[in-house]
């Protein structure tokens, strides 16, 4: 009796796996597809918010936790709210995802975020790990020759002739131009 039983068990079971793992990933791409909404229409805080009710869930934040495509968005959210170091550590997680188009998204926005704190050498060597991952990508060849002539003017801009230059600028200020070489008489005065 308990081997009738026990196919009509487990297929319940089973059935109730099933449902509960469907209605997870219902939920979160319904969120995904919330939070693209909110960033469009300029609603960070509320995009925010949500993503914050989906770490609160503990069956979801299980699943979107492996998900990148929430990292790569709570990355976004962060850089808009000019939450550099939070957008930075959420573009890395997204950076080990195995889908090539969105690992080229985060190491690009990282990139950005590495470029506006002056760090020409580190955010050329992403542009270049995202060309990598896509050569056609106009905008990171772009920020890429951007941050070779970044890191060549900060280079002349430290170096020993620069100095000697600017030496050179503060002394002739410092030198009295119009006592130096008075002469005896009246100075006339030329238009």
Request: glycine fraction near 4%.
């Amino acid at each position: 009796m308990f081997y009738k039983l026990l196919p009509k068990i487990t297929f319940v079971v089973l059935a109730c796996i099933l449902t509960f793992y469907g209605y997870t990933n219902l939920k979160i791409n319904t969120i995904i597809t919330n939070l693209d909404e909110n960033i469009k229409m300029g609603r960070y805080q509320h995009a925010l918010s949500t993503i914050r009710k989906l770490e609160g869930n503990p069956f979801i934040r299980k699943l979107s936790e492996k998900d990148p495509l929430i990292t790569y968005n709570k990355g976004v959210l962060y850089s808009l709210l000019m939450e550099k170091k939070k957008a930075s550590d959420e573009y890395r997680k997204t950076m080990e995802t195995k889908d090539p188009v969105l690992k080229a998204r985060a190491v690009y926005n990282n990139a950005n975020i590495i470029a506006e704190d002056m760090d020409f050498s580190t955010a050329a060597m992403q542009y270049v790990e995202a060309l990598k991952i896509d050569p056609a990508d106009f905008q990171a060849k772009k920020n890429l020759e951007r941050m070779r002539l970044g890191e060549m003017q900060f280079n002349t801009m430290f170096s020993h002739k620069q100095e000697e230059r600017e030496d050179r600028i503060e002394s002739l200020k410092l030198i009295p131009w119009g006592t130096k070489y008075r002469y005896s008489g009246e100075q006339k005065i030329r238009w």
